[in-house]
């Protein structure tokens, strides 16, 4: 069983929005609530980018390229993590990933989104 399950992509025309969904399925709680989490993304042969965290607390932080567009959430409860992106670009065509920002553990297998033109 996968430590961090992402869901949510799919194929979608430039200017429109989707919601990814991030599920810690087997971090406990007590280690889930503390993290600050974080939004990824990848294309081939680039880095992996971290383009958006959140706290325990609900402080959120974007990486230029996504501020304005992309809200990051959190449901502590269900420990899950959300992306919320809005007037998606060519651009961000990518695998988008969740993690812990401090200590990330084993990456899921992401889920892809593709934005056509």
């Known amino acids: 069983q996968e430590q961090l399950v992402e869901s949510g992509g799919a194929v979608v025309q430039a200017g429109g929005s989707l919601r990814l969904s991030c599920h810690a399925q087997?971090?406990?709680?007590?280690?889930?609530?503390?993290?600050?989490m974080g939004w990824y993304r990848q294309v081939p042969g680039k880095e992996r980018e971290l383009i958006a965290s959140?706290?325990?607390?609900?402080?959120?932080d974007y990486t230029e390229t996504v501020k304005g567009r992309f809200t990051i959430s959190r449901d502590n409860s269900r420990k899950r993590v959300y992306l919320q992106m809005n007037s998606l670009k060519p651009e961000d065509t990518a695998v988008y990933y969740c993690?812990?920002?401090?200590?990330?553990?084993?990456w899921g297998k992401g889920t892809l989104v593709t934005v056509s033109s």
């Open positions: 959140i706290t325990r607390t609900g402080s959120t």
């Open positions: 993690n812990s920002v401090m200590a990330p553990l084993s």
């Open positions: 087997r971090m406990i709680t007590s280690t889930f609530n503390p993290s600050t």
